[in-house]
């Protein structure tokens, strides 16, 4: 993302970076709908916080009322770049519109602030003019609010459309170099090329455990080194799919990579992909699909649970460089691998995405939900339902559920399950409920292993209605609240 770059060029660019006071923040995330919040919005925030770039991201809709909320001011005035994800249902809302109108005088008022403006699936002509399906939310709102303030938001509109930024289509998949122009300081990013000696060091480690080939490999080693073209990732990746192998498998790999383009760089990678075991590829897509930032342990009883070995799986997906644990145990994958894994997953039913094994569109996710879709091939679903204050919460009823007897994790966002859900989720592992009602009664809990609740406000009565905490043996895995209630 060229948002990352801009930072990653201005870190390295300072020899000591000076804490920022408490309270305030680097970016501010702007953006309306949880299409954009689950798509998109979610995504660079996690990207923004793997580089410790502090990012004011609203997950306690603040608002109330005709004023921006305290600490949504605060947040504002001390952010340093303000990033507003303008999507087509962006005008809907008069939240987001209060924000970039404060943005824009902050601008004006101060030096030291940067708006860099995001045009999600929009025309940005149609959000300078208010045109078309965001024009149409724009003058629906606007009905309910005075002539000054309807004023001050097609100013604050007009100002972030003239403004250096990018729009993101649905058939954006990564950062064109037209984009760093918006980055006056920031140099065109390139990735880092090894010099040969060092990509053959490289190379080797993975293809052989040494610094070195051995004698009768250095011209295949060399031959290989090209063909990864400097690029440590395909370098490790192609090393580890000859480790072992005889020089007869060398030739044909060879000859295969050979056969595809160089910019083509995840061609040459699902080779790779391919020589992976049914365990290993199964745990790389769920984590391309669900995972990333996920704590390693949690995922990894569900895994076991599958008799996915993850134990074994994970260690070879790090030995051959599809995924990395962090610091903090977190599963990370790299932005190829992970396009790669979603690539592979579409391919499954181009058409028909709720046909697929996973699905990651929240979009595409309500959609089935909606025309009670689905099969049982589904083992992970996460829905998310953007969460009003002021209507009533979504309500997600059993008989959706009942294509999906083969799902093992369920996560559901501001919504509340209701209905007869005996027998429609047998094979439940996993179930995590952020800002949801109570979990039905009947609903299969007794092979959980993972139970999460965030935001629940009656969390603590689960053993209320039927659900009975003691049904619940076989859970590696329990809300911090269980350690208070009486067995």
Known sequence: MAVLLYFLNRSQSSSAKSPLPAGEYEVFLNFRGSDVRYDFADSLHTYLKKYEIRTFFDEEELHKGEEIDSKLLDAIEGSKIYIPIISAKYASSRSPLMELAHMVKCCEKEKGHLILPIFYKVEVGDVKNQ????????????????????????????????????????????????????????????????????????????????????????????????????????????GSVVFRKDKKFWVAKLKMFREIPDEQVQKRLKIVYEELSLDEKHIFLDIACYFIGEPT?????????????????IDT?????????????????????????????????????????????????????RDKQGTEELKILRVYVEHRKSTVIKILEAYKYKNLSGLRYLEVRYGRLTGDFNGILPNLRWLRLDGCCP?????????????????????ERIGEAGVGLRLLSSLCFLPPFFTSVSW
């Open 131 to 238: 045109r078309g399906t965001f024009g149409e939310s724009f003058r629906e709102l606007a009905q309910k609010h005075d002539a000054r303030t309807i004023r001050e938001w097609k100013n604050a509109l007009r100002t972030v459309t003239e403004l250096k930024g990018w729009t993101v289509t649905p058939t954006t998949r990564t950062v064109d170099e037209e984009i760093l122009k918006f980055f006056p300081k920031c140099e065109s990013y390139k990735p880092d090329l090894m010099n040969d000696d060092i990509a053959l060091q490289l190379f080797s480690r993975h293809a052989f455990g040494s610094d070195y080939p051995p004698t009768g490999y250095m011209d295949l080693s060399q031959d290989f080194v090209e063909v990864a073209a400097g690029l440590p990732l395909a370098i490790k990746a192609i």
């Open 297 to 313: 342990d949690r995922p990894s009883f569900l895994w076991d649970d599958s008799n996915l070995h993850p134990l074994v799986s």
């Open 317 to 369: 997906l790090c030995l051959k460089a599809f995924i990395k644990i962090n610091e903090r145990n977190e599963l990370w994958m790299h932005d190829q691998y992970k396009l790669l894994g979603r690539d592979i997953v579409r391919e499954e039913d181009i058409v028909n995405p709720w046909k697929r094994s996973r699905m990651w569109s929240n979009k595409d996710v309500l959609n089935m939900l």
């Open 439 to 459: 979990i039905p009664s009947d609903l299969n809990l007794k092979s959980l292993v993972v139970l999460e609740m965030h935001g629940c406000p009656v969390a």
